[in-house]
């Protein structure tokens, strides 16, 4: 799974995604903060695409259809298995129409220990990594707009950490992943799981653990990093 994030030089990202060709004046019209410890029903920043133009903007983390009757956090809406998003009814029109970019400087995951749960920072080598999204603008009201980050399984030495992953793409996949154009096959083919060799875990203290609590201390080191190896 995925249950939280970090944006921890918001600027960096925003700008990341203008050179990926994203409208971005949404977001630099004011001064972008760091963001810490995100939380789903936090809003995030957001890139799609809409008659073949790109925008970058916020959405809230917990995905509402477009047909929904009504806003409900009934449902765990924030993430969306990619075995099965394509037949999903809560998730196909989306994946069918509205796919998405979640632009972060990395996710933050629970290790299960004899000791309780060790939350991990887990950073990719550039700083900012692309996480396969769905958006959704709400029948009801339009404005709302909602998303929610795919997830495969796990493989190589994250395994031992958890057993799903958010669904990385490279920046030359953005393309194919928001096309209107793109076959079953070409996003089957993106959605196959994928290690995150390079990547770096940091082990976090346990003010991770309260999504309240999104003050810079939230992504501090507690003991010593590691490079994921495969």
């Known amino acids: ?37 995100v939380a789903p029903t936090d809003t995030v920043f957001v890139g ?12 809230v983390w917990w995905l509402t259809p477009a047909w929904a009757p009504e806003i409900a956090r009934k449902y765990a809406m924030f993430n969306a298995r990619s075995e099965s998003v394509a037949s999903s009814p809560a998730f196909r029109g989306a994946f069918q129409h509205h796919r998405a970019l979640i632009p972060v400087s990395g996710f933050i995951e629970w ?13 990719p080598p550039d700083g900012v990594a692309l996480l396969a999204g769905l958006w959704s ?3 009801k009201d ?10 495969t399984e796990s493989v190589g030495d994250f395994q031992r950490v958890h057993h799903r992953t958010p669904l990385v793409l490279l920046p ?45 201390e939230a992504a501090e080191p507690v003991a010593a990093e590691e490079i994921i190896n495969s």
């Open 172 to 216: 030359d996949e953005a393309d194919a992943w928001l096309s209107a154009g793109s076959s079953r096959q070409i996003l089957e083919s993106l959605m196959q799981p994928r290690t995150l060799a390079g990547w770096t875990l940091r082990p976090l203290s346990s003010v991770a653990n309260n999504a309240r609590n999104k003050s810079a």
């Open 137 to 139: 603008a709400w029948d």
């Open 48 to 59: 799609c695409e809409e008659k073949g133009r790109r925008s970058l903007r916020e959405m």
């Open 1 to 37: 799974m995925c249950g939280r994030l970090n944006i921890t030089d918001s600027q960096v990202v925003i700008d990341f995604m203008g050179k990926l060709g994203f409208d971005t004046s949404r977001l630099q019209a004011r001064e972008p903060l760091p963001r810490y410890n």
């Open 111 to 123: 290790q299960k220990t004899s000791q309780g749960k060790q939350p991990y920072y887990v950073m």
């Open 142 to 151: 339009p404005t709302y707009e909602s998303c929610t980050i795919l997830t």
